[in-house]
């Protein structure tokens, strides 16, 4: 499937949107933390204090993690607009529906494929 400009232009608009919303997200978060770590350093902390500090980073850790993951996928969205494969599924090849991609914009499998990856994902998580 190719894309018609308008299409096209308003994926870019999507995917720019969503990329500033995900720095944003960063950046407020880098701010939260650093004040939650002086706060944190600023106190007596028994051993237990020190878990809940410690879950507390590595929960801060693990969401920073996921948001440059997601600007990673943002990224690659982005060249596959420019290249003009995005409207095509990575496993098969076959078209991604404009809706998809309009709700998904990082999506790179159609919705078939998509399921099929899923399936199997769960099934090798199931089987650790």
Request: hydrophobic residues 35%; charged residues 35%.
């Given at each position: ?50 878990a809940v500090s410690d ?23 982005m060249k596959r607009l ?23 914009p990082t999506a790179k ?20």
């Amino acid at each position: 499937m190719m894309l018609s400009p308008m299409q096209t232009q308003q994926l870019r608009d999507l995917l720019h949107k969503r990329y500033r919303a995900t720095l944003q997200d960063i950046e407020l978060r880098v701010q939260q933390d650093g004040s939650k770590v002086g706060a944190l350093r600023d106190l007596s902390l028994d051993e237990g204090d020190r878990a809940v500090s410690d879950l507390i980073a590595e929960t801060g850790h693990a969401l920073m993690e996921r948001e440059l993951e997601e600007l990673r996928d943002l990224d690659d969205a982005m060249k596959r607009l420019r290249e003009e494969t995005i409207a095509h599924c990575s496993d098969c090849g076959k078209s991604i529906e404009f809706a998809r991609l309009c709700a998904y914009p990082t999506a790179k499998r159609c919705i078939d494929c998509q399921r099929q990856h899923e399936r199997n994902s769960a099934s090798r998580t199931s089987s650790l």
